[in-house]
DNA sequence: GCTTTAAATGACATCGATTGCGTAAAATAA
DNA sequence: TTATTTTACGCAATCGATGTCATTTAAAGC
C-alpha cells in the first residue's frame, strides 16, 4: 500500500512549464509573472499540492520538527511539561514529536537517534532512570544537534538545562514534616545516580541537619527502577520497616513511588498505622486520596515552554552558543491530610 | 545550526570507489568483492556512517514509522493503549511518534497531515471530542495511507477498528447500580455525535428498559469538551442537581469526566451527602480514592496491541485489503465502595 | 593467442523541491 | 534600426541513497 500524492513535476506537466517555474510561481518569486503564479497556483489548488516535507527536510537539513523523549507519559509531571512545550513550539511554527523510553537505556538510545536522523531540529530530553552513559547523547550533541535537557538532566553536556529547585523542593518537605514532629523521616527515591536523586536527598539531610535530626541511613531506600517495578517499592517499604527504629513519615521522590508506595502500605499495614505520606507528585488526583496528599509540586507546564523556547533559541541562533545558563523553578508544597 | 553526519559520498570519495559500490558493499550486495566489502565496512563503522533516513523515506516511499493521534496523555486509558501498541511496533521493527490532538479538531488535523506527509507508513487514531468533519482522514484514506481507528472510531471511514464493547461496559455498570438499589442514576458523558457516546448511551437504557425503570432524559448530561473544561462538568451536575428529582447515583462516561466529576461534588455537597459514583476509568490511583472507586475498566494495551497489529497488516500487505472487521474487547467492572 | 564469459565496479537517473546561472524574447534606450 | 536592458522562463546541480545499465578487467575456454 503506498500513498500518492501530488508533485510540483505534475503541475509542471500539466501545465507546460518547467519544475522550476512551478517550485518559484509557489514561492510567489518576482521573477515569474503574474499571469504564470496565478495559473499555478490555481492548479495547485485545485490538485490539492502539498510540498513534500520528506524531499524539504533532505534539501534543507531541517524539518521544523522536535523530537521529545521522556520516560513515560503516564507520568504526569512529563505529560504537563509536553504540553507546555507543544504551546511554545506549535505558536513558533513548529512541530513536535514525542517518544517514551519507558525508564529504558536501550529504548532511549534507539529513539533518540531515530529523531536525531530523521533530521528533528533538535531535541527534548529527560533521560531515563537506567541511563548512566550519555554517549548517544554527546556524539549528537558534539554534531551540532541542538538539545535542551530538563528535569533529569545531564550534568556532563553542556546546553541549556530546565530544572525544578529540587534541593529545595525536598528541604521544604523534610523541613515541613519535621515541624509537623516527625522524627524518623524516611526517604524512598529513584536511581542513586540520578541528578535529581542527589538534589532532593541534600535537600532532606539540610534539612535535618538544620532542624538538629541526626542523618539514618537506613532510612533512605533507593529504587533503582524509579518505582517502575512495584517490587522494588515493596521491597524498599518492607526493609524499612524491618529496622527496629521504624519511620514514621515517607518522604518519596518522584510520581511514580509515591502512587504505587500508598496502595502497598494500605496492604502491608492496617488503616489505623498512622504514618505521615509526602511525595513528589504533579498528579491532580492526589486531593482525592485517603487521606489527601501533601505533595510537593513542580511547574511542569512552565518547565516544559521554559525548555521549549530555550531550544527554539539554539536551533534558530546565527552563530553557535557558547555560554548556556541553567533555568530553575521553584517547586510549591502543597499541604493536605497525609502529613497531619 | 546545523547537524551533520557522514554519507555514502564521503565513504566513496575517501576510498576512491563509487557510491554505487559503497551503497552495494554496505548492503552486502554478491556483486561486490569480500575484499572491498570488508573495506567499506571497516571504514563506514570508523566514521559511524548511518544511511539519511530522510533521503530513504524520500526513495522508498516509506519510513518504518508509525504515526500515532491520541487526544491527551494524561487519559490513562491512552497512555496505557500506547504502551501496547508500541509493543508491537517496536518487535516488528517500526518506530513510532505520538501527537495530541488535545481535543481539537484544528490540532487533530494538522497533526495528521503533519504526519502523512512527513511518510508514516501508517496511522492509529482515536479522533478528537471535536471531530465531526473527517475530511482530512478520508482524503488520506482514500489516497492510500493505512489507517486503523481505536476507541474513538469514524463509523463512515472503511478500514479496521478496535473498540471496546461501550454497549456492554456501560450496560453491566448500569445494571450493577439498580442492582444496588439505585433509582435515578444520571449519566454524565462526553460529545453527543461521537460513537462510543452513543453505544454508551444505548448500554446504559437498556439496563434501565431491562429492569423498567423509566429512562429520564434530564439524567443525561453531555460535556460537550469531554470534560477538558471543568465548568463544563460543574455545569452538568449543578444542572443535575436543580431538578426535582435528584440523581442518587453517577454513571460517567469517561477518565477525564470521572477524575473532574468528584472534587466538584466534594465541593458543592457535603461529604455525609450520600451518592453513588460509578464511571469508566483506566487510572491506577482510584483505589485510593475517597471512596475507592467502581471503575468500568477498558483492556487498553490489548486494544492498542490489536490496534497496532491491524495496521500493520495493512501496511505490510501486498495487495490492497478489502473487507475489514471492527475486533472488540470487553470490559470489566471493578466493583469498589463508592457504589455501596 | 584470441574469444567468451563472469566478476567487479562505475556512470547516471531517480525520488521532490530549490536555486544559481544561462538565455530567448520582449521592452526600452540610443 | 541597432544596442541594451528587462522580463520570464528553462537547464542542471544539489540533498543522500538505490538500482539499472554499461564498462572494465581478469579468468576461463578453445
Not at 537539513?61 to 521522556?70: A, E, L, Q, W
Amino acid at each position: 500500500m503506498k500513498f500518492e500524492s501530488a508533485t510540483i513535476k505534475d503541475i509542471a506537466l500539466k501545465l507546460n512549464l518547467s519544475k522550476s517555474t512551478v517550485s518559484r510561481a509557489l514561492r510567489d518569486s518576482y521573477e515569474i509573472s503574474e499571469q504564470t503564479k496565478k495559473l499555478v497556483l490555481e492548479y495547485a489548488k485545485k490538485i490539492n499540492y502539498r510540498p513534500n516535507p520528506i524531499a524539504l527536510s533532505l534539501k534543507e537539513r531541517r524539518s521544523h520538527t522536535i523530537g521529545i523523549v521522556v520516560p513515560e507519559f503516564s507520568n504526569n509531571f512529563f505529560s504537563q511539561a509536553i504540553n507546555g512545550m507543544e504551546s511554545i513550539a506549535y505558536s513558533s511554527g513548529y512541530n513536535v514529536i514525542i517518544t517514551q523510553s519507558h525508564e529504558s537505556y536501550d529504548r532511549e538510545v534507539i529513539n533518540v537517534e531515530h529523531m536525531a536522523y530523521r533530521s528533528v531540529d533538535g531535541l527534548l530530553i529527560s533521560v531515563s532512570v537506567e541511563t548512566e552513559n550519555y554517549d548517544h547523547l554527546k556524539k549528537l550533541h558534539e554534531r551540532g544537534l541542538p538539545i535542551v535537557f530538563f528535569d533529569r538532566i545531564v550534568e556532563e553536556i553542556d546546553t541549556y538545562k530546565v530544572v525544578c529547585d529540587n534541593f529545595k523542593g525536598a528541604y521544604d518537605a523534610t523541613t515541613h514534616l519535621i515541624k509537623k514532629g516527625f522524627k524518623n523521616i524516611a526517604h524512598i527515591t529513584s536511581a542513586e545516580q540520578m541528578f535529581i536523586t542527589q538534589k532532593r536527598l541534600e535537600g532532606y539531610r539540610k534539612a535535618l541537619e538544620d532542624n538538629k535530626i541526626p542523618f539514618q541511613p537506613h532510612l533512605i531506600q533507593y529504587c533503582v527502577h524509579g518505582g517502575k517495578i512495584t517490587k522494588e517499592v515493596e521491597d524498599a517499604i518492607t526493609s524499612l520497616f524491618k529496622k527496629k527504629i521504624k519511620p514514621d513519615a515517607i518522604l518519596s521522590a518522584g510520581d511514580r513511588i509515591t502512587t504505587v508506595m500508598l496502595p502497598i502500605m494500605k496492604k502491608l499495614f492496617s488503616t489505623d498505622h498512622k504514618i505521615a505520606y509526602m511525595g513528589f507528585s504533579n498528579s491532580d488526583l492526589t486531593d482525592l486520596f485517603c487521606p489527601s496528599l501533601s505533595v510537593i509540586r513542580q511547574p511542569a507546564f512552565e518547565i516544559g515552554q521554559a525548555a521549549m523556547e530555550q531550544l527554539i533559541t539554539i536551533i534558530e541562533s546565527k552563530r553557535p552558543i557558547k555560554e548556556f545558563t541553567t533555568k530553575t523553578f521553584e517547586s510549591s508544597i502543597i499541604i493536605k491530610e497525609s502529613t497531619n
